[in-house]
């Protein structure tokens, strides 16, 4: 059984940089690829970044491409989301989640209870 709680959520200006940290425990996640994903208001979760295990390979979804970078610390048992150049669009509650790799929200099995991030325009 895993645990997982993301912090960093805030309110950001369009343009600005946040930080969000994924911090695991009850089990360590340095054998499970980490994922974020994202949930506006009315809208469906969205996947936005994965990681591998080694922190080797990641994927990212088209929309925050080259503005997000996924990275873990498996010594640390956290995982970060680097956002940049944050847009109004971006505004949504963040998740955190363990063991899967395709953009499906099925496939992991362990969820943080999000944070939310809002960008301000």
């Known amino acids: 059984q895993v645990q997982l709680v993301e912090s960093g959520g805030g309110l950001v200006q369009a343009g600005g940089s946040l930080r969000l940290s994924c911090a695991a425990s009850?089990?360590?996640?340095?054998?499970?690829?980490m994922g974020w994903f994202r949930q506006a208001p009315g809208k469906e979760r969205e996947f936005v970044a994965v990681v591998s295990w080694s922190g080797s390979t990641t994927s990212y979804a088209d929309s925050v491409k080259g503005r997000f970078t996924i990275s873990r610390d498996n010594a640390k048992n956290t995982v970060y989301l680097q956002m940049n150049s944050l847009k109004p669009e971006d505004t949504a509650v963040y998740y955190c989640?363990?063991?899967?790799?395709?953009?499906?929200?099925?496939?992991?099995?362990?969820w943080g209870q999000g944070t939310q991030v809002t960008v301000s325009s």
């Open positions: 009850g089990r360590t996640v340095s054998t499970y690829n």
């Open positions: 989640a363990a063991g899967g790799w395709r953009p499906v929200v099925d496939e992991y099995g362990a």
